[in-house]
């Protein structure tokens, strides 16, 4: 009897792991990036309606027709280049952060205790990537 009570304990723990395992799965980390870091200014839509894009000197652009302004093809290495910021300028003069300096310095503050055992360039590849995955699903909006 009590083998039976602790086998069914055990099922019953097993199957709630799993649920558990199966909610976490379904974080989407490129929406989050984005609702965190980009929805101020472009919008949770991502159309470029966020409520300090008109703070911007120039507004920011509906990250939704990407692709259509570029003939279907969503200009993945450009996005990349203006996201991670180290040699594009976006919007004319940068009114969009640096996410690669963000990046690197959110990573740190959050790492701190791994003292520099963590390759912080892949983690920016790593945070810019989940973006670009998610602004390929926005597009056609």
């Known amino acids: ?4 009570t602790l086998s069914a304990s055990c099922l019953a723990l097993a199957m709630c792991s799993g649920l558990v395992f199966a909610q976490q799965a379904k974080t989407d980390m490129g929406k ?5 870091n980009c929805a101020s200014c472009h919008g949770m839509d991502g159309r470029g309606n966020g409520p300090l894009g008109n703070l911007l000197r120039v507004g920011p652009p509906d990250l939704t027709q990407l692709a259509k302004k570029n003939q279907g093809i969503l200009p993945m290495n450009r996005l990349y280049e203006v996201i ?16 690669g300096r963000e990046y690197r310095i959110d990573d740190a503050e959050h790492l701190k205790e791994a003292r520099g ?4 360039n892949a983690l920016v590849r790593a945070r810019i990537l989940l973006l670009l995955e998610y602004l390929n699903r926005l597009q056609g909006r």
């Open 84 to 99: 991670e910021g180290g040699t594009v300028a976006a919007h004319g003069t940068r009114d969009m952060p640096i996410w």
């Open 32 to 36: 989050r990036e984005f609702e965190a």
């Open 1 to 4: 009897m009590k083998f039976a």
């Open 117 to 120: 055992n963590y390759d912080a």
